[in-house]
């Protein structure tokens, strides 16, 4: 069964970075465009990041910009993201998710009814 999984998340003090990993099992992260996605009880979930199957092309909420960085370790079949300088706003439950193709521009990318495969999610929680 194809299953992803988050992990990486916490509690960090404003300004404070964490990096959060997505890991696959059942399947090969390199078939897929990654995105990570965040949600916060009460709203919709929320596009962060996404990254293509090759890895050449990355997207972003403007919210993270320069703050958060997607990158692919195709050895290890891992997605991290990188998170910098947080803010009490980017507390969410994030979650990973495998796109239904492969190349992907930034209007795809950012469409959460295009990913399936969905992981169960990782809590950062950024205190002022």
């Known amino acids: 069964e194809a299953q992803l999984v988050e992990s990486g998340g916490g509690l960090v003090q404003a300004g404070g970075s964490l990096r959060l990993s997505c890991a696959a099992s059942g399947f090969a992260l390199d078939d897929y465009a990654i995105g990570w996605f965040r949600q916060v009880p009460g709203k919709e979930r929320e596009f962060v990041a996404a990254?293509?199957?090759?890895?050449?092309?990355?997207y972003y909420a403007d919210s993270v910009k320069g703050r958060f960085t997607i990158s692919r370790d195709g050895a290890k079949n891992t997605i991290h993201l990188q998170m910098n300088s947080l803010k009490p706003e980017d507390t969410a439950v994030y979650y990973c998710g495998g796109h239904r193709y492969r190349y992907i521009n930034a209007i795809q990318a950012a469409a959460v009814t295009e990913y399936q495969h969905w992981g169960q999610g990782t809590q950062v929680t950024v205190s002022s």
């Open positions: 990254i293509s199957w090759t890895g050449g092309a990355t």
